[in-house]
């Protein structure tokens, strides 16, 4: 495992392909926060930039939305089935520190405009807005049970953190489709080199930034 000596790129490139629909992001994105925190004091010389992709997991639900329960049931083929689902995800969130209201959850939306808002905001070059942006779309949905397929409530949303309303059009390419080499989501690429998929533990995705910086 490295220590971020001399052999050491000045620079670890990270990308995350996600969906704002994929509980499994949210919760990767808090344990991909603390596998940063550990390699920052870890590789303190090591420049760390994060780049994140909306990819779309379901580009063919209606702009509308559809009803978030009715579309899951017919999914996992039961509401036992559905409720098996959510609460091993909430299980897995607590863990992590998040708390996941499926409850409040009505419509399964089209994320194509989300993702048009975040492509819009990444060009300002301003992470921290980007970052504040990207978490008060997973809190929306996820814990408020907001509909982030709806226009209002996005440029509401992102008039909370902050966001020029210049950029609050809805101008820009729609969500992206999954690219070669990208099966699901959360995946990770470290450096173009290491690629790790699924919400991992902290510790495994420490191991692919070392491995990506040797």
């Avoid at 909306?54 to 702009?63: C, G, H, K, T």
């Avoid at 070669?180 to 989501?185: E, I, K, L, R």
Wanted: glycine share 8%; net charge neutral.
């Amino acid at each position: 495992m490295s220590d971020g000596g001399a052999r050491n790129p000045a620079r670890l490139a990270i990308g995350i392909h996600f969906d704002l629909i994929c509980p499994w992001c949210f919760i990767g994105k808090r344990q991909l926060a603390e596998a940063l925190r550990r390699f920052a004091e870890q590789a303190p010389a090591i420049a760390v930039e994060s780049v994140w992709h909306p990819m779309q997991l379901l580009p063919d639900v209606p702009e509308q939305g559809l009803p978030f329960a009715e579309f899951y049931q017919r999914r996992l083929g039961s509401a036992d089935a559905v409720q098996q689902r959510q609460q091993q995800v909430v299980a897995a969130a607590h863990r992590v520190g998040l708390s996941l209201d499926f409850a409040r959850i009505r419509r399964m939306p089209n994320t194509a405009r989300a993702h048009r808002l975040l492509r819009r905001v990444e060009s300002l070059r301003q992470p921290a807005l980007y970052d504040a942006l990207l978490e008060r779309l997973f809190a929306a949905y996820f814990q408020r049970g907001e509909d982030i397929g709806d226009a209002a409530t996005l440029w509401t949303l992102a008039a909370e953190v902050g966001v020029p309303a210049v950029l609050r059009d809805d101008t820009t390419p729609a969500g992206a489709s999954s690219p070669p080499g990208v099966a699901g989501v959360p995946h990770y690429a470290f450096n173009g080199q290491v690629t790790v998929s699924g919400a991992q533990d902290p510790g495994l995705l420490l191991m692919a930034m070392h491995k990506a910086a040797a």
